[in-house]
């Protein structure tokens, strides 16, 4: 059974850093990975989408990276600023699988203060 | 063009009674999934559908169902509902089969049971 934990839960930082949010996978048999950001109460938003056979993802200030091998990813945000406070989900979709099931982690609860 | 819309967007109800919550996807998506989403977790894979017919189920129980209408929205049906089916729905739309292909999130259902 596929696990997806993300650390850290919670993250606080001051505006200008740069920051990285950690994905594992218990099973490193992935179609794709996915990482979402979702505000308090709200749906979610899809960031990047990586495929399997990719390494990363770019998306303005963010960046995905994608290790199939050690069954990690990291989501790297440039230059953080308040509006990116938010929880950040990853997801995959196993592979093998004949459907689209996302498998998400708890997510990372992120504060950027000004 | 308009995402992923849910309907309604809050709902309370009372414990035993039925639940029927409404999405229609991007237009031009043929894949519709439900996930369910307790506070503080990652959500939870119910159902996807392509094309009209079930893909895909998750560990949820009988008292759940989906089904999916000749123009691909979609409704989830909940009946003999308990308190701990209180949660955000969020449902997810995708252009093709499963699972190569990125998913889209409505803003989510809130339901309450009492």
């Known amino acids: 059974k596929q696990e997806v934990t993300q650390i850290p839960a919670a993250l606080s930082v001051p505006e200008g850093e740069n920051l990285v949010l950690n994905c594992s996978f218990t099973?490193?048999?992935?179609?794709?990975l996915q990482w979402f950001r979702q505000d308090p109460g709200k749906g979610l938003t899809s960031l990047l989408l990586?495929?399997?056979?990719?390494r990363e993802q770019t998306s303005g200030r963010l960046n995905a990276s994608l290790d199939k091998s050690s069954g990690r990813s990291t989501l790297y945000i440039a230059a953080s600023q308040p509006g990116d406070s938010a929880t950040y989900l990853c997801?995959?979709?196993?592979?093998?699988?004949?459907?689209?099931?996302?498998?998400f982690g708890q997510g990372t609860i992120l504060t950027v203060h000004p | 063009d308009a995402g992923v819309t849910q309907s309604p967007t809050h709902l309370i109800k009372t414990r035993g009674q039925h639940v029927t919550l409404r999405c229609s996807p991007i237009s031009g998506h043929k894949s519709v999934s439900w996930y369910q989403q307790v506070l503080g977790q990652g959500p939870q894979f119910i159902f996807q559908?392509?094309?009209?017919?079930?893909?895909g189920r998750g560990n949820f129980p009988d008292r759940f169902s989906a089904r999916q209408f000749p123009n691909y929205s979609s409704e989830l049906n909940v009946n003999a509902l308990l308190l701990g089916d209180s949660a955000l729905y969020l449902c997810?739309?995708?252009?093709?089969?499963?699972?190569?292909?990125?998913?889209?999130f409505g803003q989510g259902t809130r339901l309450t049971v009492v």
């Open positions: 997801a995959v979709i196993d592979g093998g699988t004949s459907y689209g099931k996302l498998t």
């Open positions: 099973d490193s048999a992935i179609y794709n």
């Open positions: 997810a739309s995708s252009l093709w089969g499963p699972p190569d292909t990125e998913a889209f």
């Open positions: 559908y392509y094309e009209k017919e079930e893909r």
């Open positions: 990586i495929q399997s056979s990719q």
